[in-house]
Nanobody, 128 residues
């Protein structure tokens, strides 16, 4: 298993940028698909972005496509979420998630049920 710790959240004005980081400890980080989800007050947790174990494939929610970019550095056991052109509706707690292999199959966390480990979350607040 991996343990996940997010950082980089904060308060930013609309149109600004933030970069979130998720540091993983534990074994075999490079075999995990990684993702970012977010949860706004009174709403369900939702998918934001995900990246395959190798970093070769990325996925985005329609609401962030073209504004957010997910990346990973397997040498540093870290996944990133670069957020540009932020909007007030991006305000939420952002969670890092990891999906372990299922047998010999690599898994990329696109849904809540795909996720095996979660970070504690980091608050992102975008003011108008």
């Amino acid at each position: 298993q991996v343990q996940l710790v997010e950082s980089g959240g904060g308060l930013v004005q609309a149109g600004g940028s933030l970069r979130l980081s998720c540091a993983a400890s534990g074994r075999a980080f490079s075999t995990y698909g990684m993702g970012w989800f977010r949860q706004a007050p009174g709403k369900e947790r939702e998918f934001v972005a995900a990246i395959s174990w190798s970093g070769g494939t990325t996925y985005y929610a329609d609401s962030v496509k073209g504004r957010f970019a997910i990346s990973r550095d397997n040498a540093k056991n870290t996944v990133y979420l670069q957020m540009n052109s932020l909007k007030p509706e991006d305000t939420a707690v952002y969670y890092c998630a990891a999906a372990q292999m299922r047998g010999s199959r690599y898994v990329t966390p696109l849904k809540l049920k795909d996720c095996d480990q979660w970070g504690q979350g980091t608050q992102v607040t975008v003011s108008s």
